[in-house]
């Protein structure tokens, strides 16, 4: 048992020990012999700082460290809330060798990296400290004069400036150990100046606390004006972008026209591209079928295996451009008597057909272009100038006020959340994918950006209302900008016959589709690509239950040829091409990053109030 409480008196000695010594390890390393601090606290709200540190070195040190707060957690008897006052306007009399700026606080590192301080230098380091309305019965000054050290401090004085007469006698001062009786201090005309006559120990903070009777701080705040110009601006970029809406951007009426087949010269990633706005893996995986109705490649598919065979006919005519280069990509180091397996695609392959979607976008350009370039040039212009017009309003009111309450942190995130807008318009417009689905989204993130603008302005005692209205018209302006995308008459047409082609794969009867098989017996296989490219294989395959497929030489199974056959055939394209895919995504890996951080812990009561160390 003696054994046993002596393992732990001797580990909570170890504890206490190496406690002790973190706190104490910088007086081995230096003392302050004198520090003054000089503050003008301007009507602004703004405090003028200026620090004049004699430092005794006892250790060879580049310098000192100055660790100065920015965020504070304060409790005031209304709940604890987080207050943020920057930092601006850093100047020093020595070498300024790095800032550490982060959420915290600003650290700054003075001396000389491939030096070391003298064993006596003097630092003058002065800085502004922009303070906020704490939001209080009564406007307060409460500040740390000192703040919590981790040495000692000789010599210790200050001086209080204000710009307006206050009452000195209310002014209060704390100290760790309440020891007041060695502060001497010197009031004269709007200043007070102190001095203590004593030694400050390792982490005592030195206080002060002034109630003002009335409102001494007249906190900034953006002119109506300059608000009510930029609401002008926004609401004529809004009336803008409705005018361009009208006269460049507004589609007229597509017609579907009754197609059997896809109109001449386009392939089913073609197709693909028109209905969805994009290429994808789905439009890629299509030309399989094409490639094997056009017999230049044959599937065959058994036990779920597939195998893509190349035959003899050369690349001929009704080939497109994409459809060649999927053609080369597949059989660029094909040997005579080989076999492709989808399973196995190299990654090289896989990466070189993912190219394709290039092809396809080029194809739609000039005469073929389906979106108008004016609309296009429109809604990117409108779509920025909106976002960044009401963002400039938005700025200005956080340029006006820093004080931050608890739920309201969360305002760094709401302003990134709404601004995601910029970056998808800009891409959606630019490569011709904007669909409702993608601008429903966006309006989703942006306006519930917006909304938590609005909370974080009410709560920061901005104009909700002129805040207000202009979210309102930036949300507005978010939705309509991009409908801007106007078709061509090509793309009107186009988009018509495709349409059309759709909805026959979909709606089309079995008696309709008996006489139309009569007419082309290879009907299935025609439509095969187009049905697959829209993800309508099985409701195809699904027509033909009770209708004949006849032999294709570009398909092989094991037990004929039928909608079953072509159902799974269909599903095992799919599932080989994206097993390939899987092998070659990038596998998940993990990191960090380095830099600097603030060095917290400040508890001095009030707010400001550095806190040195060396290095």
Not at 57 to 80: A, C, E, Q, R, V
Not at 217 to 245: G, H, M, Q, R, S
Not at 590 to 604: A, E, T
């Amino acid at each position: 048992m003696l054994k046993y409480l002596s393992k732990i008196f001797f580990t909570i000695s170890i504890i206490i020990f190496a406690f002790t010594f973190k706190i104490d390890a910088e007086i081995d390393n230096f003392e302050y012999q004198r520090y003054h601090v000089d503050i003008l606290v301007r009507k602004d709200g703004v405090f003028e700082v200026k620090e004049d540190i004699d430092v005794a070195f006892k250790t060879l040190k580049h310098g000192i460290t100055l660790s100065i707060p920015t965020k504070y957690d304060m409790d005031f008897g209304k709940g604890n809330k987080t207050y943020y006052f920057p930092i601006t306007d850093i100047k020093a009399n020595q070498n300024i060798a790095e800032i550490i700026d982060d959420e915290n606080g600003v650290v700054i590192y003075l001396g000389k990296e491939d030096s070391y301080a003298s064993s006596f230098e003097n630092y003058q380091v002065s800085y502004k400290i922009h303070s906020r309305d704490l939001k209080l019965d009564n406007q307060i000054f409460y500040y740390n004069l000192l703040g919590k050290n981790p040495t000692l401090t000789h010599n210790f004085s200050f001086k209080l400036s204000f710009e307006d007469k206050i009452d000195f006698e209310k002014i209060q001062f704390f100290n760790q150990n309440n020891d007041l009786t060695k502060l001497k201090l010197n009031y004269q005309d709007n200043s007070i100046s102190g001095v203590y006559e004593g030694v400050i120990g390792v982490e005592e903070a030195f206080t002060t606390l002034y109630k003002f009777d009335s409102n001494y701080f007249n906190y900034p705040k953006i002119d109506n004006k300059e608000l009510l110009i930029f609401t002008a601006l926004n609401v004529a970029v809004l009336v803008y972008t409705f005018i361009f809406y009208r006269k460049y951007g507004k589609d007229k009426q597509i017609i579907e026209t009754v197609e059997f087949t896809a109109p001449k010269g386009l392939s089913s990633i073609h197709a693909e591209y028109i209905l969805n706005k994009h290429s994808s893996i789905i439009g890629i995986q299509s030309l399989f079928f094409e490639l094997a109705r056009k017999n230049y490649i044959v599937l065959n598919e058994v036990d779920g295996k597939i195998k893509i065979i190349k035959t003899s006919k050369n690349i001929g005519d009704d080939l497109s451009e994409v459809e060649i280069g999927f053609y080369n990509i597949l059989f660029k180091n094909f040997n005579k008597d080989d076999s492709l397996d989808i399973y196995n695609l190299s990654e090289k392959t896989l990466i070189s057909l993912g190219d394709l979607n290039g092809k396809v976008y080029n194809y739609f350009k000039n005469e073929r272009s389906i979106y108008d370039k004016k609309s296009i040039i429109f809604a990117c212009l409108m779509s920025v100038v909106g976002v960044v017009f009401g963002f400039i309003h938005i700025f200005l009111h956080l340029l006006s006020n820093y004080y931050i309450v608890g739920e309201v942190t969360y305002a760094g995130y709401m302003m990134v959340l709404a601004l995601i807008s910029i970056p998808v318009v800009i891409f959606s417009a630019l490569y011709q994918i904007y669909n409702k689905k993608i601008l429903f989204l966006i309006s989703i993130l942006a306006s519930f950006g917006f909304v938590l603008t609005f909370y974080a302005g009410v709560e920061l005692d901005f104009n909700a209302y002129l805040l207000g209205f202009n979210l309102v018209i930036l949300a507005i302006q978010n939705l309509l900008a991009p409908l801007i995308v106007k078709r061509t008459d090509y793309g009107n047409d186009i988009t018509g016959k495709i349409l059309g082609l759709k909805n026959f794969i979909i709606h089309t009867d079995y008696e309709k589709l008996q006489g139309f098989v009569k007419e082309n017996p290879y009907l299935y296989y025609d439509i095969l690509p187009y049905a697959y490219a829209f993800g309508l294989t099985n409701l195809w395959s699904n027509h033909f239950k009770n209708i004949e497929i006849i032999a294709h030489s570009g398909y092989v199974g094991f037990n004929g040829l039928n909608y079953i056959y072509f159902n799974r055939l269909t599903r095992g394209i799919g599932s080989a091409y994206n097993t390939s895919m899987s092998k070659i995504l990038p596998k998940s890996s993990s990191g960090g990053f380095k830099g600097g951080s603030f060095g917290g812990g400040f508890s001095g009561g009030g707010f400001g109030g550095s806190r040195g160390g060396s290095w």
